[in-house]
């Protein structure tokens, strides 16, 4: 029998602690080999490598994001975690807020992870902050739309 108490103790550590000091391979401890990621304005994926490009990308466009959680809740296998989220964006502090629903295995491994807050107001922040743009661009995050038109010509 799982001891999921003492699970969740351990995903939320390594959540929090990747989001203290965030680098691509910051969860590389807590991900399964066959993870799936779903994320807003970052490409779904499967596997670690997936990650990792896309958490480059993302720390391309904003280098200094920290994660603080919130609050959180567990039950079984599922994690539901509260997220506020801090950068820089376009030389001026950006924050938002999002909930992650981690569904983790017995060992505490992360099998999917959706990620759910709105993109709007940071599409519309990057559109307002001029200085932003060219990060925004270089980081393969933007524009959304036409980065994915391309990914799909790539496979």
Request: proline residues 3%; without cysteine; negative net charge.
């Given at each position: 029998m799982t001891d999921w108490p003492v699970v969740h103790e351990r995903v939320l550590k390594l959540f929090a602690a990747g989001w203290d000091e965030p680098g691509p391979h910051s969860w590389d401890d807590l991900l399964d080999p066959d993870v799936e990621l779903i994320q807003p304005m970052l490409r779904d994926g499967r596997g670690p490598a997936s990650w990792w490009g896309e958490a480059e990308r993302l720390l391309q466009l904003l280098p200094d994001l920290?994660?603080?959680?919130?609050?959180?809740?567990?039950?079984?296998?599922?994690?539901?975690?509260?997220?506020?989220?801090?950068?820089?964006?376009?030389?001026?502090?950006?924050?938002?807020?999002?909930?992650?629903?981690?569904?983790?295995?017995?060992?505490?491994?992360?099998?999917?992870?959706?990620?759910?807050?709105?993109?709007?107001?940071?599409?519309?922040t990057v559109a307002l902050r001029p200085r932003a743009w060219a990060a925004w661009w270089r980081s393969g995050i933007a524009p959304l739309s036409v980065r994915r038109r391309m990914q799909r010509r790539r496979r």
């Open positions: 920290r994660g603080d959680v919130l609050e959180w809740a567990g039950h079984d296998e599922t994690l539901f975690i509260h997220v506020r989220f801090r950068a820089t964006l376009g030389g001026e502090p950006f924050t938002w807020q999002a909930v992650d629903v981690l569904r983790v295995d017995n060992d505490g491994r992360l099998r999917r992870r959706e990620s759910f807050f709105d993109s709007a107001p940071l599409a519309r």
